[in-house]
């Protein structure tokens, strides 16, 4: 594989690691975990603390819309849409609490292209984040 397979999105959050965004492989792009961050001030969505660094407002809605949103400008840096993709695993940090409402979101987002999915439940992840993304899309002919 190629540096040239690498992709950076520069209108996306950056990776909290030593990784890219997304990488090429043939048709096939595999985009790295992709969480709700916001791109241009790196906040989380929905999440506010206190100056003691208590949560004093959490709203999941608004991490998964986010969360939609950050895959979608990866996609395109990538050069792919959101109808290329295949395979959606989603973690959630608090599967009883969120898993219904990150469903009823996600039917709004794939009303036609609905890619294989797998949810998980995990006990946290990197950053104060609820939920996060790992996609595989099959790029588009000459992509």
Same mark, same amino acid.
């Given at each position: 594989?190629?540096?040239?397979?690498?992709?950076? =999105?520069?209108? =996306?959050?950056? $990776?909290?690691?030593?990784?890219?965004?997304?990488?090429?492989?043939?048709? *096939?792009?595999?985009?790295?975990?992709?969480?709700?961050?916001?791109?241009?001030?790196?906040?989380? $969505?929905?999440l506010?603390?206190?100056?003691?660094?208590?949560?004093?407002?959490?709203?999941?809605? =608004?991490?998964?819309?986010?969360?939609?949103?950050n895959?979608? *400008?990866?996609?395109?840096?990538?050069?792919?849409?959101?109808?290329?993709?295949?395979?959606?695993?989603?973690?959630?940090t608090?599967?009883?609490?969120?898993?219904?409402?990150?469903?009823?979101?996600? =039917?709004?987002?794939?009303?036609?292209?609905?890619?294989?999915?797998?949810?998980?439940?995990?006990?946290?992840? $990197?950053?104060?984040?609820?939920?996060?993304?790992?996609?595989i899309?099959?790029?588009?002919?000459?992509?």
């Amino acid at each position: 594989m190629s540096s040239s397979d690498r992709i950076d =999105a520069s209108n =996306a959050p950056k $990776p909290v690691g030593a990784y890219p965004h997304a990488r090429r492989a043939g048709n *096939l792009l595999f985009l790295s975990g992709i969480g709700p961050r916001d791109p241009e001030t790196d906040g989380i $969505p929905g999440l506010e603390r206190s100056a003691t660094g208590n949560f004093t407002a959490f709203d999941f809605e =608004a991490q998964c819309h986010s969360v939609f949103r950050n895959v979608r *400008l990866v996609l395109e840096a990538s050069g792919a849409t959101w109808e290329d993709l295949v395979d959606v695993t989603v973690f959630l940090t608090d599967m009883q609490r969120d898993f219904h409402t990150y469903n009823r979101i996600y =039917a709004e987002y794939f009303q036609t292209n609905q890619p294989c999915r797998t949810t998980v439940g995990i006990n946290s992840l $990197p950053t104060p984040i609820a939920i996060e993304l790992k996609c595989i899309a099959v790029l588009p002919e000459g992509g």
